[in-house]
């Protein structure tokens, strides 16, 4: 089971460009950073921050998403995505998430919940 070794912090980076706006990936007009393109940013820094605590044939899956999305971001803008592991309950994780421009302004906020499971009993579970 998990390693837990001090305070589990995973940060993920992506520059907005014209494949991760909002009009590129169908979730608004506009060309802006998508809110989706946000909240994967958001699950990669997760992702990050458990990775070293997982054992061999374990991951993570997501479960559940509650965040916000408070401000745009133009194409050419450094995004910095943060999650830091609050609670572990078994094997359900929560992390507390945030997005911010590269001069700090936070963009997003909220929470996300993983699951950590077998790998390959997982994949079983789906028939794959």
């Known amino acids: 089971m998990l390693q837990i070794n001090g305070d589990m912090v995973g940060v993920a980076h992506t520059a907005v460009d014209s494949t991760n706006t909002a009009m590129a990936v169908g979730s608004g007009s506009l060309p ?52 830091t592991l609050v609670d572990i309950d078994r094997r359900k994780l929560t992390f507390s998430v945030t997005a911010a421009e590269d001069d700090g302004t936070e963009i997003g906020k909220g929470v ?12 079983s579970r789906i028939g794959a």
């Open 32 to 83: 802006v950073f998508g809110t989706p393109c946000m909240i994967a940013l958001m699950e990669e820094a997760t992702c990050k921050a458990i990775a070293p605590a997982l054992e061999d044939g374990e991951t993570t899956v997501g479960t559940r998403i509650d965040v916000a999305h408070s401000k745009a971001s133009r194409i050419g803008t450094s995004i910095t995505a943060t999650a």
């Open 112 to 123: 996300i919940e993983r699951f950590v499971v077998d790998t390959e009993k997982f994949m």
